[in-house]
């Protein structure tokens, strides 16, 4: 039912995963104050588009949002939670990887400020595991209570 906690966990999930789209996730800024560059899910500043991070952004909020209604199904539920765990460590790799790339491109004239977005997806890996916890006891109880029948 979707009134349980691990639907609460998900639906978490997927909410922190849709704001992590749109916050940034770290700030590149010159060592005289002149030149500010914000990388975000969707690009880093106007010219370096990030499209693996969205994508991996929106695929694990989307994946989330789907395993709320997936109650009934529970072993379907917790690999498609693992898929969703997945997705969020792949959003990290392919954001350190863009990062990686793009300090390639400038010089060392430049110091990071960690914005908030750069959190939340470890919040939402950690909400993510704990639904995947809850959904495993109810698979347990619902199985034996199928032993007592």
């Not at 940034?24 to 030149?35: F, G, M, Q, R």
């Amino acid at each position: 039912m979707i009134q349980r906690i691990q639907s609460l966990f998900l639906l978490l999930t997927s909410i922190i995963m849709t704001a992590t789209v749109f916050c940034p996730l770290i700030e590149l800024v010159n060592k005289d104050a002149s030149l500010s560059v914000i990388f975000h899910s969707f690009g880093i500043g106007t010219d370096f588009p990030t499209w693996g991070v969205l994508i991996f952004a929106i695929l694990s909020a989307l994946l989330a949002f789907i395993n709320v209604f997936l109650f009934k199904k529970r072993k379907l539920q917790i690999n498609i939670g693992y898929v969703t765990a997945l997705c969020i460590v792949i959003y990290y790799v392919t954001s350190m990887v863009y990062i990686n790339s793009f300090l390639g491109k400038i010089d060392d004239s430049y110091t990071f400020n960690l914005q908030v977005g750069i959190i939340l997806p470890v919040i939402a890996l950690i909400l993510d595991l704990l639904a995947i916890s809850r959904i495993k006891k109810d698979e347990k109880l619902v199985k034996s209570l199928d032993r007592i029948r």
